[in-house]
């Protein structure tokens, strides 16, 4: 463990450090048609964070973000962890539901909520209603020096929801070391930045996977970021990386999917990019392939948590293993143990367990799960996992989604493997369901083109898989149910397998 200073704040630490170097006028991120330097987004974090102390924000006080990826969510998170408030970032799309919900956790003082999701917003907040500051592009910047507070390594920084695909999102809390600590590990150690990258992302700012490679991970290192408020198809990607050349592409298996199958894609100019990263659900191995086929971009899997902010092992430049998610961030600790703690053998799967400096303070309110979770310095989460002889991990489906037929488990994503191979198969996800003898089944949702049946699949599967894994039943849907990140969302899917 790392000898920590009593005081961090992400503030300084990402953004106001550049600006004490010199590297003020470096570009921090690039819009379709402005540019901000890291000067500039940091008038705008004061011009927030002077907004924040208007409204009566104290150190501590939760704060709503509720905006799309522009200039403005970046100034604003500065400017929250500038009066030492605590992030809480929220999908504008969510339901009125979900976004009810979370507000009402939170118990926030003031939400930052764009003038286009306003009324949305409103709806939601029918319960507990922070004091809303509007943003509608206006851009408040301010030459004011408003101090960043000392907030100490373990104060909260954020509130990071759980994936959320089997059950509601928990809130965990996540603090300034832990921001601190994944980019010095991950960011600069594994990725190995450089302050000439140009990052983008697919998924969203709000999605913790996006904050951490897509702002402070650049920012840290005087990089920059690519910022747009469009939905990521890819067309629109295709575009913006031609547009800003990045080098880095932060990227999620779906995406991925619908980037190598999009017409035309092998003809787009993807020469820019260093690498791409892949987090976020599992990575099928045939992806991979047709992904590094089709642009010759090493395409780096990883996996990461809310629990301990992000990712903690990962693929490298240099030592990629297709199949595997790689080896453990040097800074981190896991193994994979039985159900009772004792550690596996190599090679034998287990639940995964990991401890280093980034670990959450645990879930909001939640203290029975917390200490189910969080376990003497310890995560254990629903990740099974075997690690072999070399530390190479590979990851074998989740403890709450993996499937056991005729005494053998297995792990979903090799059927859907399978099933991506065929050509005419866009989307897939495979769930367990339980049938009338109380016994679990594979079944396979799938989103199709030129009229394959279910029988032909079956067929597909079970010429490349052993028997026992084959979908019982192929349910054809125009898209797949995602959760408040984006990743599919599998607890949908089992209930709507249970009332077809």
Known sequence: ??????????????????????????????????????????????????????????PGDRVLVVLPDTVDFAAALFGIFRVGAVVVMLNPGLSLDSMRSIIDRSKASAAFVHSRHLDHYRSA????????????????????????????????AIWL?????????????QTHRSLVNTTRLYGHG???????????????????????????????????????EEHPTPEILFGQIERHRPTVLVNVPSAINQIVSHPGAERRDLSSL????????????????????????????????????????????GDVRPGTLGKVVPGFEIKACDDDGVEVVPGEVGRLWVKGDSLGLGYWEQPEMTEEAFRDGWFVGGDLVSIDHDGYVTHRGRADDAIKVKGKWFRPQEVESA?????????????????????????????????????????WVLARLEAYK????????????QTHLGKVNRGELKRMAETS
């Not at 200073?5 to 503030?11: C, E, F, R």
């Not at 987090?279 to 990461?304: N, S």
């Not at 084959?470 to 149910?481: A, D, K, Q």
Request: aromatic residues 10%; hydrophobic residues 40%; charged residues 25%.
């Open 274 to 317: 260093r690498f791409a990263t892949a987090a976020g659900e599992a990575l099928p191995e045939t992806l991979y392939h047709r992904w590094k086929d089709m642009f010759g971009v090493e395409l780096l899997d990883g996996l990461g948590t809310a629990e301990m902010w992000h990712i903690f092992i990962t693929n490298t430049l």
């Open 190 to 228: 594994a990725l190995g930045l450089l302050p000439d990258d140009i990052t983008m992302a697919v998924p969203k700012l709000y999605f913790g996977y996006a904050t951490g490679s897509n702002l402070l991970f650049p920012f840290s290192v005087g990089a920059s970021s690519v910022l747009f």
């Open 1 to 58: 463990m790392t000898d920590w200073p009593d005081q961090i704040n992400a503030d300084h630490f990402f953004l106001r450090s550049r600006i004490e170097e010199g590297h003020g006028d470096r570009i921090a991120v690039r819009e379709a048609e402005s540019v901000y330097t890291f000067s500039e987004v940091d008038r705008l974090a004061s011009g927030w964070a002077e907004r924040l102390i208007e409204a009566g924000t104290s």
């Open 161 to 173: 929801f759980s994936g959320g695909t089997t059950g509601e999102p928990k809130a965990v809390v």
């Open 470 to 481: 084959h979908p019982r039943r192929v349910f054809f849907v125009e898209e797949l149910p």
């Open 125 to 156: 907040a029918s319960g507990w209603e922070p004091v809303v500051i509007e943003v509608d592009g206006s851009e408040p910047s301010s030459d004011q020096d408003v101090g960043t507070y000392p907030t100490g390594a373990q104060d909260p």
């Open 419 to 459: 099933l991506l191979d065929h050509e005419s198969v866009k989307e897939c996800a495979v769930v367990a369901v339980t049938d009338d003898s109380g016994l679990a089944k594979p079944v396979a949702f799938v989103v199709a083109e030129n009229g394959v049946s279910e029988a032909d699949l079956v067929d």
